[in-house]
């Protein structure tokens, strides 16, 4: 590349632990993401990891305390909840994983092309969006579900589409920002191909603020499919879930034996909040407002 | 005078511009039934035996026969006279299905609502006059905790500490008589409105601290006016747009979060009906539901713009354009 | 005894390299107007912001300003509101960001009248009416009724003017009035604000960047430099024979109004900033008199010099030069 080429801003280079330090941030922050990459551990080895098969039920103990067998006890099937707990952890963020990644490839293919377009493209499609905002995930996911059926596909491709808006606004709003800053224009006039400087010279420059909110959408997208679950309609038994252990473990709360749901809930509102701290703290460095 | 008769189009152009997204979203809500795989009259009576006179009314109210556009006109005019077709469950119309579900999901949207603006935007506001001491942490600590706190989360530590534990309130079931369904609706309120709570709190507590910097409140602090009575006339008046909105945006999730937490509590409502709905393969009423939380959406949110000149003039002179 | 008086004032805020006033000693007498001039970050607005009892957070302080009577530092809230209510009003620099934009202009005319002296609704519009046609609106009625946004510039400084009257305050300080208004405008607003002052006999302290428009419109002139008085004297002296450096410099680096443009100079270098601090003049760095071994070792005093009051270690023997 010639000295005269211009350069989009990049971020620094990085290794994981510069990384942590460099996040910045307090204890919290430090704490949650710790938190997000023992839960990314714990759902990589869960087979290893499970003390008991949480799918064998184990009806001599049921909705039993903690004990040395079962150190969070057993639900009312008598499968143990600790084991449980891990294997339900791959199936808990594999879920959400896709949607975030179906919804950010999604958003930034809308957004940009919209941005890069502009004139009535981009207003037909911001109207799309708008319509698009008044389906809530949840409520697309169980149209999905009545539509094709219980299970994970079809309530994931739905909430794929049901957050693809919010990416999608994003991008395009940061697209036509950049799009109209001098090193696009520099880069166009040295030849290279609009979809070459969108995707490789604009779209690294966004990223980091993209990447931002699909880690808050990852919670969010986790709480949905745990509620679909929950609701029965997600991932079914004796596939381990914590939606939908909370869903079996909610009948012994009446008989004052809230542990097996407690816990899988307790899993629930952890990641939910880890995800939020760190998507919401990478948001605010990015867009300069360290507090 | 001009400016009403501007504000008159303008407002004309928005309830244009809803009944076009009604349109539209009625439409996709409408042909999602052809996303289903197979033949979408055996779709529908799916598990069922249907009786030839249930048959004949889907083929009536769905016209298979018909081309697409006419099916659908057929359909939204039926849809628009309060005709959503015949649930095979309760073998009963689906609006009379509906119609006896409504009164305990609206009193439970109606008590979080009240929850949502009372607790909410207090929480809110003392968050931001109390920023940077132990109440303020605490505002944004219950924030933080509060919006990842999913309503089954909250009914379980609810039912199994309020209920069953201290035997405060009911942890099932809707009640009877009003003062009955109003202790039994207090928990699942509660439950609904956590997560939205804390959102409005966020917005409101950072739409203060927005406004407080502005110059003029320092001016009117200046001018000798008592601080209560700048925080109340200059700084939460001018915070309400945001609020508005957000209260606006937030009404979609609460209404499918009904479904949540009518399930987790027992409770006979519309939410619950979905889910069982959704269950035991009775499409028409959860095709209804959906077109009636959509549209809801649709209509408070229109409804919001249309006040949102009231709470900043300055919209109304940009045309309405926001 | 002056109506405003500050004595010896100085404003440390933390983390700061030197203090934004050191020992600022002004005074305002009933029925005259007072110029404070300065660059941006002077300290002459949080000068003028004292005198309503507006510190900045955090701020520790030393010397008093007294309004008519009333000793500001350190005083309870109520002595405080007793000076914003009824003693003295600011006019700030922007309009636009000084008067609510969702409120009528009604509102901001009536609010204090109604929720502080507790004033019907009818009086207070009465009232509000008088004061925008002393102002020089066109249509007091109809303004009444408008939102900010609906009012230019001009307009809205008048009724930023109108509603620093209502409490009928005694001193007006003005914070660079008409900085954010265009050029014609500026005429006006000062227009105004000289009749104004002359016929209710106000105190008047103008804060501006703008050493002619001190001169135009006041009687005493006061050169504020890194948080200091430099020089001090009447409008009339100042402007023939700048005593002070720095003083000389403002009048290098803005056009003449009257007669032939001549170059202008400008001061070289920047103004000094918050984080910086200097043993010696704070201005020596920017001075073309500036002694090395003089200039850069104690900070200069104000003393006398013939009428008026300088603070410079050359006061005395660059006199003739800056005459030239």
């Known amino acids: 590349m010639s000295a005269l080429s211009p350069t989009a801003p ?174 696009v224009a520099a880069y166009q006039v040295q030849g290279h191909s609009a979809v070459f400087v969108a995707l490789r010279r604009l779209l690294p420059t966004i990223m980091p603020t993209v990447l931002a909110q699909s880690t808050v959408n990852f919670g969010y997208a986790l709480l949905d499919l745990a509620a679909l679950s929950f609701l029965g309609l997600g991932v079914q038994p004796p596939t381990p879930d914590w939606g939908a252990m909370i869903n079996q473990g909610q009948a012994a709360v009446l008989d004052g034996q809230p542990l097996s749901a407690i816990v899988p809930a307790v899993a629930v509102v952890l990641v939910v909040v880890a995800f939020n701290v760190v998507g919401e703290h990478l948001g605010d460095r990015l867009a300069g407002r360290e507090s | 005078m001009t400016s ?169 079931g809707n009640g009877t008589g009003f003062v009955d369904q109003l202790h039994h609706v207090v928990l699942p309120a509660i439950a609904l409105s956590v997560t939205f709570m804390a959102l409005v709190t966020r917005v409101t507590r950072s739409a203060m601290l927005d406004e407080l910097r502005r110059e003029h409140v320092e001016v009117a602090l200046s001018r000798g006016m008592p601080r209560g009575a700048v925080i109340r006339r200059h700084v939460l008046r001018n915070a309400l747009g945001p609020i508005v909105t957000v209260c606006g945006l937030l009404v979609s999730g609460m209404l499918v979060s009904t479904a949540i937490v009518e399930t987790a509590f027992g409770m006979s409502g519309v939410g619950s009906l979905l889910v069982q709905c959704v269950d035991e393969l009775d499409f028409q009423v959860v095709q209804a539901i959906v077109l009636l939380v959509v549209a809801a959406f649709v209509v408070v949110n229109t409804a919001v713009d249309l006040v949102y000149p009231l709470i900043d003039p300055r919209v109304r002179a940009a045309g309405g354009a926001r | 005894m002056p109506l405003l008086s500050y004595e010896d004032l100085s404003v440390l805020l933390p983390g700061m390299a030197r203090p934004v006033l050191d020992g600022v000693s002004l005074s305002v007498a009933a029925g005259e107007a007072v110029a404070l001039v300065g660059e941006s970050g002077s300290g002459k607005s949080v000068t003028a912001r004292a005198a309503l009892g507006l510190l900045p957070p955090g701020a520790t302080t030393a ?51 109604r929720l502080v002296d507790g004033r019907g609704r009818a009086e207070a519009e009465a009232r509000a009416l008088d004061l925008l046609a002393a102002v020089g609106l066109p249509d007091p009625p109809r303004h009444l009724r408008q939102y900010p946004h609906q009012l230019s510039g001009g307009m809205l400084q008048r009724v930023m003017i109108a509603g620093a009257l209502t409490a009928d305050p005694r001193l007006l300080l003005c914070d660079e009035p008409t900085t954010a208004l265009d050029v014609t405008t500026q005429a006006e607003i000062m227009a105004v604000l000289r009749a104004l002052q002359q016929d209710r006999g106000l105190g008047l302290l103008l804060i501006t960047h703008d050493l002619d428009l001190a001169a135009a419109g006041c009687d005493r ?86 009428e008026r009051l300088v603070a410079c270690h050359l006061a005395d023997s660059i006199l003739s030069e800056v005459d030239r």
Request: glycine residues 10%; hydrophobic residues 50%.
């Open chain 1, 10 to 183: 990049r971020s620094p280079a990085r290794g994981p632990l510069t990384w942590l330090r460099r996040l910045g941030g307090g204890a919290l922050l430090k704490v949650c993401v710790l938190l997000l990459a023992l839960f990314v551990l714990v759902a990589l080895l869960a087979p290893w990891l499970a003390p008991q098969d949480p799918t064998f039920g184990d009806f001599a103990s049921t909705l039993a305390g903690p004990s040395a067998g079962h150190w969070l006890g057993t639900d009312k099937g008598g499968h143990d909840t600790f084991s449980a707990l891990i294997e339900g952890t791959r199936t808990s963020l594999v879920g959400p994983l896709a949607v975030v990644v179906f919804c950010t490839v999604l958003g930034i293919a809308v957004g940009l092309f919209s941005a890069w377009r502009g004139g009535w493209i981009d207003t037909v499609l911001g109207r799309v969006l708008d319509i698009l905002f008044a389906f809530p995930a949840l409520l697309l996911a169980i149209l999905a579900v009545a539509l094709f059926g219980k299970g994970l596909t079809a309530p994931v491709l739905a909430m794929a589409v049901a957050y693809t808006p919010y990416t999608a606004r994003l991008v395009r709003g940061l697209a036509a920002q950049e799009k109209v800053r001098p090193y």
């Open chain 2, 4 to 172: 009403v008769r501007a504000a008159a189009r303008s407002a004309l152009c928005r309830l244009l511009g809803m009944a076009v997204t009604l349109l539209v979203t009625s439409f996709l809500v409408f042909s999602s039934l052809y996303l289903a795989p197979g033949d979408p009259a055996a779709f529908l009576v799916r598990g069922r035996s249907p009786s030839p006179d249930e048959l004949a009314a889907i083929r009536q109210q769905y016209g298979f026969n018909d081309p697409f556009p006419v099916r659908y006109w057929h359909w939204l005019d039926g849809v628009l006279h309060g005709d959503f077709g015949r649930s095979y469950l309760f073998h009963q119309s689906v609006a009379s299905v509906l119609w006896s579900r409504l009164p305990a999901t609206l009193l439970l949207v109606g008590v979080s609502t009240l929850m949502i603006a009372v607790v909410g935007v207090g929480a809110g506001i003392v968050g931001a006059l109390r920023r940077g001491t132990r109440t303020g942490s605490a505002v944004l600590l219950m924030v933080t905790v509060g919006a990842a706190v999913p309503s089954f989360v909250a009914a379980i530590v609810l039912r199994s500490v309020l209920g069953v534990k201290l035997g405060w309130f009911p942890t099932i």
């Open chain 3, 63 to 113: 010397g008093q300003v007294t309004v008519d009577g009333c000793a500001l530092i350190g005083a309870d809230p109520a002595t405080v509101r007793a000076v914003r209510t009824g003693k003295a009003s600011m006019i700030f620099q922007d309009p636009r960001a000084a008067i609510n934009p969702v409120r009528r202009i009604g509102d901001f005319l009536t609010e204090a009248l």
């Open chain 3, 221 to 306: 002139i006061y050169v504020m430099y890194a948080g200091r008085i430099v020089e001090t004297a009447t409008a009339a002296e100042l402007l023939a024979t700048p005593r002070h450096p720095y003083t000389a410099g403002l009048l290098g680096s803005s056009p003449p109004l009257h007669g032939a443009p001549e170059r202008l100079t400008p001061i070289p270098g920047v103004p000094m900033g918050l984080l910086e601090s200097a043993p010696g003049c704070a201005f020596a760095a920017r001075c073309r008199f500036a002694r090395p071994g003089l200039c850069d070792q104690s900070p200069p005093e104000l003393a006398p010099v013939g």
